[in-house]
């Protein structure tokens, strides 16, 4: 199960790490190293770019669709509304493109439009690491601070939030959503070790921290009835995030 699998989750993970231990059949049958992944360049100013905080969200968004895109080809997951490889280029990337194109940075509609084309599953593999490894490209290439990086994270938390039904068992589409934006969270949140104060470093360790206890916690996405889940935890994450977001 994807969830027993996750129990080996550390803080010191990233969300591509933890995709290679979701799905340890597809680096299998791939046999290929994983992909280059870019370090990010943290800007040491502690001025917000709002346009940098809603491209890195956005960033984030796809990302997660192309993570429960490659669960749902390896495990089988179903979902009504058809694969999530195709949601990205369809619903989030014409709303940053002109953002991305005037950071200079490379559209990503080609690897998208590939992607989305299907194939055996080591194609399949080989194409979402190349979509990943241009996220990272893109991110590192917008140099954020740690506070756009911070905010830019504590509003794809929001989204995981909205995605949770609070007046009744979530939806299955929808919770798997929010699994997936909260796990592509976590990984940004490694991001921020490469502060160059301590202090950020030793709280956004203890942020990752609490993230993983909370995705630990978390019901396995491959469900197939809604999900009854207290947002409560996540909520509390959130405040967390913004308390730090105001003193860096």
């Known amino acids: 199960m994807i969830h027993q699998t996750l129990g080996r989750v550390t803080s010191a993970l990233t969300v591509s790490s933890v995709l290679c231990l979701a799905l340890p059949s597809l680096a299998q049958i791939n046999q290929m190293a994983p992909a280059p992944k870019p370090a990010i360049s943290l800007v040491e100013a502690i001025s ?16 997660s669709d192309l993570t429960l895109g490659m669960l749902f080809m390896q495990d089988g997951l179903t979902n009504p509304e058809g694969s999530h490889f195709a949601h990205p280029r369809i619903e989030t990337l014409p709303a940053i493109k002109d953002g ?53 994270i504590v509003a794809q938390t929001e989204a995981v939030v909205g995605e949770i039904s609070t007046s009744g068992p979530t939806e299955v589409n929808n ?29 956004a360790t203890e942020m990752g921290m609490d993230m993983d206890n909370v995705i630990l916690s978390l019901p396995d996405p491959n469900v197939s009835a809604p999900v009854e889940f207290d947002p409560a935890p996540i909520l509390t994450l959130e405040a967390k995030m913004e308390a730090l977001a105001s003193k860096i």
């Open 48 to 63: 917000t770019n709002p346009e940098t905080v809603r491209i890195l969200a956005a960033l984030g968004k796809i990302e």
């Open 100 to 152: 991305l194109s005037a950071a200079g940075i490379e559209d990503m509609e080609p690897l998208l439009v590939t992607l989305e084309g299907g194939g055996d599953a080591a194609t399949v593999t080989e194409n979402f690491q190349n979509v990943i490894t241009a996220i990272m490209v893109a991110r590192s290439t917008l140099k954020p601070s740690s506070r756009d990086l911070l905010l830019s």
């Open 175 to 203: 919770y798997q959503d929010a699994w997936a934006m909260l796990m592509v969270a976590r990984g940004q949140v490694d991001l921020m070790m490469g502060d160059p104060d301590p202090a950020v470093v030793s709280d």
